[in-house]
Every structure is written in C-alpha cells, then in structure tokens.
C-alpha cells in the first residue's frame, strides 16, 4: 500500500525532520539522475520525455492542490526552477462527471482516481496529485504512493443556508430546525449527523467545492458539510459556519493530505518525492489507511479515520493517537474507538483498532 513503509525501529527526531539543506541535495541528485536518463533516452529513441507530466483531476481544488505540490517540489530542488520541468494534464475521471448518483452506485469513492490511474500505467503521464482520501486503499498493481504533503485542517464544516443562524457556539447543530435538510453525499458525515440528531433529512449533493456552495445558497438544501481542507485551499474558509472538532465529527481517513502516485519502477523520481514528503504526513495517514484496509468496508460503510502526533510530555517524543469510527448509514449504531502507540506502529496500530471496531459491530454493517 505504500513505498516507504514506517520503520520498525525507533525514529530519532533528527530522522524525522531532516534539515531542509539535506532535503535539497538529495533532491536535486535525484532530479539529475533523473534528466540524465532523459537525455540518454532522447538521444537512444529521438523521443521528448521532459517535461514531466503531472495528472491531475480538473476540478478548481485539484488543480490548486496540483500547482502547489509543484511549488513546493520546485522549492526544494532549485535545479528545476524556470526550466519548465513540469507539464500539468488535467483528466477528467468518472466521479467528476456523474453527479446525480452516489459514489457507491457507480463503484466506489476510487473513480476520482480510476482515469488518472490508467494514464499512468500507459505512461502518459509521470506522475499524478490525488486527495489522499479519494484513493483506494489498495493502488493498482504497479502504483505506489511516492509522497505525502503537509496535512491541512482536518476538520469538516458545518455550512448553513441563507436562511439559518446560530449563536450557539457550544452546540453548532441547534442551528438545524426539526426535520432540516442536509446536503451531502458523504455517508460518514450523514451518520453521525444523524446519531446526534435523527430527525433530520438528508438529500443528495454533488460536485465541486462551488457548485455545492451555490446548492446551498440556492436553497435546494438547509445546511451542508465541507472538508475545511478544501475551503482554505480554494480561500473560502469564511464560508464555514463551524468547523466541527474531530472528537464530534470523526473525519475520513487521509481527510486534508495530498498524496503523489508514480509508477513502482520509476526510482528516480520516488526519490526526489521522498525528499519533500511530510513526516507526520505519512505517520498518520499510514495508520489511517491501515485502519480502513482492515475494516474493508464499502463506499457504503460510514467509516471515519484520525490519527494525530502527540507528546508524551513537553519537549518529549511523539506518541500516536489513532480515533476509529464505524456506524450505520442511517446513525442508528454509531461505535467509536482510540489506540495510542509508538509512531513506527502505525500501521500495526490501524490494523488492531479497526480489527477491535469491525469484531464488535453488526456484520450487516459490512455488506454491499
């Protein structure tokens, strides 16, 4: 499931944030590397290869992920600086283009990435820029996930129509009147909206950040829920009415990263990734998505995953907090758990959590 699996011995800090210095050259040897065996191939085949092709979905979010990521890996390895090393191919995927079904209905949250996948094999592009939780928890024979970004805010929001209000800060769900409607066609946000409150109705919105804003504001609901990650992305996190603590609104695995696929073969540039991955990036999202892989549940299993580093005690080692969620659709059973660890057990530790939630919940939670 990933390239650079946590090590199983102790990790010093110094291992785990290295200088930026480092980062750097290792990147720019491996970027040369890689132009090297460019120009061996151009010469040996009279082929272009550079500049490297990075897909993309083309939605605003993604590609605003996209260029990013790119920012930040030309930061890092000056060598690639107005070279034009980089060549953005937007591809459109299934999710993107039908929206008046559910994922589930039209095979799983993994059609964000199934088009941009494909061209990948087919080596149409190098490289490719995900939101880590629309990725299947097993990639394609001969895909690794090369790199992790810098987490965003985690949280999910609570975003009310023109017609709510709320001065209650302590409880942000005493906006929704009785029997309000809410938009969204995430199954884990309408399960534990509904734990807390099964009166309300719950309808299908689908598409970008925008367009589902725009739903809202057209009244086809009363309220909806957003990843925060995507708001300030895109500098719309005024529109957030609440972001909701994790502890009340368990977000999904992988929630707020952007991750990087490339070909299993192509050392060169997992190389040059490995160099500007994020360290805590990786810790949690391992945990996350070992914890998702064990539960194996459907896109129609509400599933919630959140892991996050935390000290021992002031100045000392981090320690990982692993929070696990498994409920009904219709929030009638809602079980959530936590497992604190060693960080190098992350993997172990998502395996045992979601092992613990799946023994103690309905079978029938599991099934297609």
């Not at 990790?11 to 120009?39: G, T, W």
Request: proline share 5%.
């Amino acid at each position: 499931m990933s390239s650079s699996p946590m090590s199983a011995k102790k990790i010093s800090s110094q291992d785990r944030f290295p200088e930026s210095e480092a980062l750097q050259k290792v990147a720019a040897a491996a970027m040369e590397r890689q132009l090297r065996k460019e120009r061996e191939v151009v010469q040996g085949h009279n082929k272009k290869i550079l500049p490297l092709k990075v897909g993309t979905r083309a939605s605003p979010l993604a590609l605003v992920q996209t260029r990013n990521f790119l920012t930040i890996l030309t930061r890092f390895c000056p060598v690639l600086r107005n070279m034009g090393a980089f060549e953005e191919h937007q591809i459109k995927t299934t999710g993107d283009t039908v929206l008046n079904r559910r994922l589930a209905e039209i095979g799983g949250k993994g059609l964000f990435a199934k088009e941009i996948h494909e061209a990948l094999l087919r080596g149409e592009v190098d490289f490719a820029v995900h939101s880590l939780k629309d990725l299947e928890t097993e990639l394609p024979d001969g895909l690794v996930l090369a790199c992790t970004m810098k987490r965003e805010d985690v949280r999910d929001a609570l975003i009310l129509g023109p017609d709510l209000y709320n001065m209650d800060f302590e409880n942000p769900f005493a906006a929704l009147p009785q029997g309000a409607v809410v938009g969204s066609s995430s199954v884990r946000r309408q399960a534990q909206l509904l734990h807390a409150r099964p009166d309300l109705k719950f309808t299908l919105i689908r598409g970008n950040v925008q367009t589902r804003l725009d739903k809202l504001a057209g009244r086809e609901c009363q309220a909806s829920l957003l990843a925060m990650a995507g708001l300030k992305r895109l500098g719309l996190e005024s529109r957030a009415d609440f972001p909701l603590d994790p502890t009340l609104m368990v977000p999904a695995a992988g929630q707020g990263i952007v991750g990087i696929t490339v070909r299993a073969d192509d050392i060169e540039l997992r190389e040059l990734l490995a160099a500007i991955e994020d360290y805590e990036s990786r810790a949690v999202m391992t945990a996350e998505r070992a914890l998702l892989a064990e539960l194996d549940g459907s896109c129609r299993t509400p599933i919630g995953g959140y892991a996050q580093l935390m000290p021992l005690v002031s100045g000392g080692e981090p320690h990982l907090h692993l929070t696990g969620l498994v409920a009904r659709e219709d929030g009638s059973f809602l079980l959530k758990r936590s497992i604190s660890g060693a960080i190098e057990d992350a993997e172990k530790m998502g395996r045992q959590l979601g092992a613990s939630l799946r023994a103690d919940s309905p079978a029938d939670i599991f099934t297609e």
